[in-house]
């Protein structure tokens, strides 16, 4: 219970302590995680881990073994995240603050980002199970491996031209977070 307590507190601190924007994207990133968290229970699933590392928040646990369990568990996060999304809007229309409208924004992005068929995204952990049962592990290792090249392939140009003409490097920098992770399943096959 203390621990609880703590960490409540400290977490009140950092957000008050973070950036405007920092702020909306944690909480886009919390009800994301939140999501995958409440559906692994839900199906009777247990969480061994959950740490942050360089590529994301990272949640190891124990599902079900069964294709549906980690499809949904998968889906439940991006699912979270766009309801989320609309929950904000909607507020945001009543009140007029800004921020909801950001964290919104943060939590759509952070959704559809995520259900890219490619590791180490949401959508790669939906592809690969439905493409095994369909094809093969071998196969669907195949199939995953090709999608997340293209997923690169095309974030990495539409992130080139748009920083070109001066939009930001977000979309490139969005690329580049995928490709250590295809070059790794590229190697290991």
Request: aromatic residues 12%; charged residues 15%; proline residues 4%.
């Amino acid at each position: 219970m203390i621990e609880r307590a703590v960490f409540f507190l400290l977490t009140a601190v950092l957000l008050t302590a973070l950036p405007y924007e920092t702020t909306a994207l944690l909480a886009a990133a919390a009800v994301h995680e939140l999501g995958h968290i409440g559906t692994l229970r839900f199906l009777g699933g247990r969480i061994d881990s959950f740490r942050f590392e360089g590529r994301g928040f990272c949640l190891r646990f124990r599902e079900p073994n069964e294709l549906w369990s980690s499809v949904l568990i998968a889906f439940a996060g991006p699912l979270a995240g766009l309801l989320f999304a609309q929950l904000l809007m909607l507020l945001h229309m009543k009140t007029g603050w800004n921020w909801l409208r950001l964290c919104a924004g943060c939590s759509a992005l952070l959704s559809v980002f995520n259900l890219l068929p490619a590791h180490p995204l949401d959508g790669g952990q939906i592809l690969e199970p439905l493409a095994a049962a369909l094809w093969g592990g071998k196969r669907a290792k195949q199939i995953l491996r090709i999608s997340g090249w293209l997923c690169f392939g095309l974030l990495f140009t539409a992130g080139l031209l748009l920083a070109l003409r001066g939009y930001g490097f977000a979309l490139l920098a969005a690329a580049l977070f995928l490709l250590p992770e295809q070059a790794r399943r590229h190697c290991s096959h």
